[in-house]
């Protein structure tokens, strides 16, 4: 996974000269040690953990440039998802910037804000809109209140 991963993100930046052998190391020059990744239809964004471990933080990259994206996460992100309402993000977090977000948060308009009451235990490993829907996958027992 994380050589496909490396692939992808050398394929989309044609300025890097190969794949590098671990996505757990710093790419291509981003802001942080990247853990994950997402080609959207614009840009690539990736996440990983902040300076002096303060939190995980969001990237893009776009024309040859890293930007910051706004929100501390409290915990890991491990996937992204491109939706139709705005990236959203999952993992093992609990709060944005302090603002309670269980598991799953969504960028509206620069802000992160949770998606009813979250995933309420476990982990969150994997998103993808299908339909309208944003589904879900990884080692939980309630989501949404079910």
């Known amino acids: 996974m994380k050589n496909s991963l490396c692939a992808l993100f050398t394929a989309l930046v044609s300025s890097v000269a190969s794949a590098q052998q671990t ?17 959207t239809s614009t840009h690539l964004v990736a996440a990983g953990a902040g300076a002096g471990g303060s939190g995980y933080q969001l990237a893009t990259y776009g024309a ?8 501390l996460f409290n915990g890991e992100i491990h996937a992204f ?7 959203v993000a ?4 609990t709060s944005v910037d302090g603002v309670p977000a269980n598991r799953v948060a969504r ?17 969150v490993l994997a998103a993808q809109e ?17």
């Open 23 to 39: 996505c757990w190391q710093t790419v291509h020059d981003a802001p942080f040690e990247v853990k994950t990744m997402l080609a």
């Open 64 to 71: 040859g440039n890293w930007a910051s994206l706004p929100g």
């Open 81 to 87: 998802a491109e939706t139709a309402n705005g990236l």
């Open 90 to 93: 999952v993992g093992d977090f």
């Open 107 to 123: 960028l509206v308009a620069g802000t992160w804000t949770r998606l009813g009451s979250g995933i309420a235990d476990g982990t």
């Open 130 to 146: 299908y339909g309208g829907k944003l589904y879900c996958g990884g080692e939980f027992t309630t989501a949404g209140g079910a």
